[in-house]
Every structure is written in C-alpha cells, then in structure tokens.
C-alpha cells in the first residue's frame, strides 16, 4: 500500500508533464521562478545581473548563480559585452512558449501549490 | 523645396514646430516630474505606428513596459497590440547595457529596430546616463556617441529628461546637454492667479524655423494638447510670472470694483 507521501507526490505529478519537466529541471527554485517571470514579462531585456537584481529586488549574490544555471538550461542567453556578462531570454520559440505556458498555469492557484511542491522537494 | 517632418500628432505642437521634427534627428524634452514628458514621448510613438506607419521603440531605463502599457491605455493608446502586431518593441535596459550595445555591429537595439522596421525612439529618460560618469565633459561625450548610435540606425528620437526644479530656472550645469540635440522642448510649470498651468517652449528646432512663443498646454484624456500663448504676462519661464505693464494698468484701473464689467 502506497504511504502518504507517494500518495500526495503522485497528486502534486498531476499536470502537464511539459510544465512538470520544466519545474524539475529548471525552474527548480523560487529565484529562477522570479527571473523566469521577468525575462517573460520583459521579452527584449539585456542586462547585467546587477541590474537584474535590482529590477527583481533581489541581491545580487543570490540572483548571478541561478542566472548562470538558466543560461546553462537553456532558458536564457549570456554573452560577453564589452567586458560586461549579459543576459537575455532565449531567442528559442519552443523554450519561449513553454515558459509561457507555465506563467499562463501559474493563474491557476492549484497549479500553482504543485509547482511550489516541486520546487520546495528540489530544494530539499 | 520641402523637407520631410516627422509629426508628433500632438494637436498644436506640430504648429510650433512647422510640421513636427526632422528626421533622424534627437529631439529634447525637458521638464519637472508630472510635466508630461513621457506622455508627450508615447504619443509620438503611437502616433507613429497608428497614423504614418512607423514603428517605434521605447528605451527605458527605469520604468516596466507594464507601465506604460497601462500609462497608454489611459488615453486609448493599445500599445500591448502594437507590440503583438510587431509595430512596437519596449526595452528595459540599464544606461551602461544600452550604451555599450549601441556602440556595438548587430547589437539588440539594431536587431530590434531592424525586426520592426522602427522609425522612431522614445529614450525615457536621457537622465539616466548620468549614472555612467560624474565627469561633465565625459557624460557630453557619452551622450552624443548615444545620440549619434540612434541616428546611425535611421532613428527620430524622443528623449526625456528630468528637471528637478518644480518652478523656476533650469540650473546652468544641466545647460550643456541642449548643444548635442537637435531641438529642445521645455515643459514647465507656472504659478499664475492662484492656480498651476503649465507651459511649453520650444527653445531650439535646429535647421528649422519654429515658433517662439509660450504656450499653454494641457494633459487630457487624449493625450498632450497644445493651447494658445500665454497673454498680458511675462516672464513665464521663471515659474512666477507677473502681469505686463498694460495688464496691470488695465487690471488696476479699467475693471469696475467686484469684478465685473
């Protein structure tokens, strides 16, 4: 017989499994949520982390690690310019709409206990 | 021969300015918070896109796009469906992103203004290079290799900048700046009578002719609306005008007691 926590992670897996592979893998921390949000809400932004930090109002200690690991999964762009370390949302139409699609999700308040179960187990 | 404009669209400021501003050219307009300086911005930018065809691109530096959506649609302006019609992109960027990417072969800004076939820029607000330097002779340089990179990719320009005095004079320091635009539009407030109205100048149109008076002008559901000249006062710009001689005169001695004639 299943125990409870098999029992609620099997109703928390209850979505598209699109989004839920984008949960597990890369938006698997409140930071990078925040950040995906904004490079989605501000499509042409490129920018220093720095700047990011402050537009998100996040430190920036914490904001550069996980911009680095979205640049690595693909989900943003970063690029040398003129000795400044920049990022941009990725230019990737299918990567893109995803992401659009998990915003779109996140209206919905059960959707979005889910993805806040998923991505406190992958801060455990 | 007749030169090419590039209208505003706003009512009474084309008239001052023989048609609106000449192309490619960085156009200044100045003035304290709540002046309308942004708005003046996105109405040449919607103006574009709905009544001559031309894309636009607003720079911010500081506000969301969010923002002006919302800014814009209080006077009817859909910007969120000139963006999904690809006739507008808004771009948040930091001042030292932005200049280093101008100076840039493909950078984003080209990119963009190439994807759109942008015509015109808004800046909002120019004020912001100054956090690249606090040397004036190196913020003029910034700021014309700024201007020049617009210009380069075939763009008329908006560009806002802050005024902190509410009333009254510019500072000379914030002076230098009007040399390396093209024109330069003031809004101010005046205190006149017991009420604040508020004023445009149009202090420089280089290449141009333009009017040379102050006019009132007034922020309505439509958008900027340029009015008729201050009469029977001066010295507007200072931000306290007094009554001319003739209106004093006129006042003191022409009107029956209470008021009313």
Known sequence: MPDADDFAASLMDDMDPRLLEL????????????????????????DTADSIARYTGRDVRTVEPELQQLARDGVL??????GLRVYTFTGEKDVRDLVATFIRACDDRQFRVKAIYHVIRSLR | MTTTRIPTGISGLDEMIKGGFLPQ???????????????LGMQFIHQGISACDEP????????FPK????????????????EAQNKLRVIMSSPEVTAADLRQINGRIEMLTDQIGARRILVDSLSHLEQLTADPVELRQITYEFINGLKRLGLTSVLTRENAALLGETPDSEEDLAFVVDSY???????????VHKALLVLKLRGSDHAKDIRQYAITG????VRSRFEGTQGIMSGAPVMTHAEAFAAAFLSPPGGKS
């Open chain 2, 67 to 82: 923002q002006y959506y919302r800014d814009a649609a209080n006077f009817g302006w859909d910007f969120a469906a000139h």
């Open chain 2, 56 to 63: 636009g691109l607003i720079l911010t530096f500081e506000e």
């Open chain 1, 23 to 46: 949960i597990r893998t890369r938006i698997n921390s409140f930071i990078k949520w925040d950040l995906v949000r904004f490079f989605h809400d501000n499509p042409h932004t490129t």
């Open chain 1, 77 to 82: 762009m970063t690029e040398d310019l003129s």
């Open chain 2, 185 to 195: 539009l003031m809004l101010r407030y005046v205190e006149l009578q017991g009420a």
């Open chain 2, 25 to 39: 050219t960085a156009n200044l307009v100045e003035g304290a918070p709540g002046t309308g300086k942004s708005t």
């Open chain 2, 222 to 225: 439509r958008g900027l609306e």
